[in-house]
């Protein structure tokens, strides 16, 4: 089974602290992505990989980074933490092929104060 | 733009009965079609996908989705319904062609299964 998972599962920081949530899969996924999951909002795509070093803006990228130097993790990083990045964010990878599904880690619920 | 509808934010459905959750979808040619289901405090997981062939696709837990072409849309359907499917159900599309690579998801709808 492909497992995707994610550093932690709940994190407490503080308005301008920065940031990681690491994520690793084990399946040699080319593919790898970062949403965050808000209610009401759905899924909104933050960033993704497509290979090692290589990055891709998503839909709001804004306030975030992210890093990918070995095939299995992809982290994102918050340069500086605001209360509106509290959120649930959710790691995802997914070999290559337009049909093929993503596969999801557990979540991170991320609180900023 | 192109754009994947939900149009239930819930959806109650006593055990034992059908349920559906509703899925359109506004993307060019003929996309790719999934759905997701988020079990409470998990992440999500992959249940079903459309590729090509036969209109009825056979997922995961009972659960099945039908493709029609010609409303633009991928409901998701099972026959007989449990407590224990009550989650957060998404609809995604994925075009076959062109330089996106990402999903396009629809804002999800809760189901609740009453016993």
């Known amino acids: 089974d492909v497992k995707v998972t994610q550093s932690s599962r709940y994190l407490v920081k503080r308005t301008g602290e920065k940031v990681f949530l690491e994520c690793v899969q084990d399946m040699d996924h080319e593919n790898m992505f970062w949403y965050r999951q808000d209610p009401g909002l759905g899924l909104r795509l933050i960033y993704f990989s497509y290979d090692v070093k290589m990055k891709e803006k998503g839909d709001i990228p804004e306030g975030y980074s992210v890093s990918r130097e070995k095939k299995e993790r992809f982290s994102l990083i918050l340069e500086s933490a605001s209360t509106n990045q509290t959120s649930m964010y959710l790691c995802?990878?997914?070999?290559?092929?337009?049909?093929?599904?993503?596969?999801f880690g557990p979540g991170t619920r991320l609180t900023v104060l | 733009a192109q754009s994947v509808a939900q149009p239930e934010d819930q959806v109650n459905v006593a055990e034992g009965n059908p349920l559906t959750v509703k899925c359109t979808y506004s993307?060019?040619?003929?996309?790719?079609l999934f759905w997701y289901v988020q079990y409470p405090n998990r992440g999500l997981q992959f249940l079903l996908k459309y590729i090509t062939g036969d209109n009825l696709v056979k997922g995961s837990y009972g659960f099945e989705a039908e493709f029609n072409k010609s409303q633009t849309s991928f409901h998701l359907k099972k026959p007989s319904a449990l407590v224990s499917d009550s989650a957060l159900y998404f609809c995604?599309?994925?075009?076959?062609?062109?330089?996106?690579?990402?999903?396009?998801w629809g804002l999800g709808t809760s189901l609740a299964v009453n016993p």
């Open positions: 993307v060019s040619g003929n996309p790719y």
């Open positions: 995604a599309v994925r075009d076959r062609a062109g330089n996106n690579r990402k999903l396009i």
């Open positions: 995802a990878s997914r070999t290559s092929g337009r049909a093929n599904e993503q596969f």
